[in-house]
């Protein structure tokens, strides 16, 4: 079974420019969640989908970023227009949606992209 | 509002010694606690969670961590680490699954020869 992958592994933009990261889950996992690290400080929790509506997106910092998740498979994190405090990795997870088991909300993680705002 | 604190964040050991990884929360509600693993260049791996009844949890790895109710921690154990151990591990609480998780800033766990 395939892991949470994420593209691209890195990416360095300047200051004003637009990036979108995407996240593919594990096949079958109806929950999808971003999380973002920045400065080595600790890992914060963006947004939530179930399959394709939004959850929660109570840790969006602000309206530059845009978060989709087309027909509750892929999801693209678009950054517009980006800004030095932007720069971190942007880790993506998944889980299966079930309740009560032993695999009950165990999030996948992915690699996570390091975005870098010069 | 949850908030996880992990009060040490390096932690140099020798090999074959034992290590403790502390790791505290607040939470107003019954909580759900998590210990992950991140290697360099790789994603966060679980290593153990804690759901509901027992509160000593056995991981993989050899991992294990006990939840202490009164005293708010999860403290993570090894009775002898190896090279390989050497990695950053984080805690992380939820109040609710599936759900967000909140984390704490990692602890970098360093096992010298």
């Known amino acids: 079974e395939a892991g949470v992958t994420q593209f691209p592994s890195h990416s360095v933009i300047e200051k004003g420019q637009t990036v979108t990261l995407r996240c593919d889950p594990i096949?079958?996992?109806?929950?999808l969640y971003w999380y973002r690290r920045v400065m080595g400080k600790e890992i914060k929790f963006l947004l939530h989908?179930?399959?394709?509506?939004?959850?929660?997106e109570s840790g969006m910092p602000n309206n530059r970023f845009l978060a989709e998740r087309t027909g509750g498979t892929y999801s693209t994190l678009k950054v517009q227009p980006a800004e030095l405090e932007d720069s971190g990795v942007y880790f993506c997870?998944?889980?299966?949606?079930?309740?009560?088991?032993?695999?009950?909300?165990?999030?996948?993680f992915g690699p996570g992209t390091r975005l870098t705002v010069l | 509002a949850q908030s996880v604190t992990q009060l040490d964040s390096q932690v140099p050991v020798f090999e074959e010694a034992p290590v403790e990884l502390r790791c505290n929360y607040s939470?107003?509600?019954?909580?759900?606690l998590f210990w992950y693993v991140q290697y360099p260049n790789q994603g966060l791996q679980l290593l153990l969670k804690?759901?509901?009844?027992?509160?000593l949890v056995k991981g993989i790895n050899g991992f294990e961590a006990e939840f202490n109710k009164s005293q708010t921690s999860f403290h993570l154990r090894k009775p002898s680490v190896h090279i390989s151990d050497t990695a950053e591990y984080f805690c992380?609480?939820?109040?609710?699954?599936?759900?967000?998780?909140?984390f704490g800033d990692g602890t970098t766990l360093t096992v010298k020869p």
């Open positions: 997870a998944s889980s299966h949606r079930s309740f009560g088991g032993p695999d009950t909300d165990t999030q996948y």
């Open positions: 096949s079958g996992h109806d929950n």
């Open positions: 989908f179930v399959k394709e509506s939004k959850q929660d």
């Open positions: 939470s107003s509600v019954s909580v759900y």
């Open positions: 804690y759901l509901s009844g027992s509160t």
């Open positions: 992380a609480v939820s109040d609710l699954v599936p759900g967000k998780s909140t």
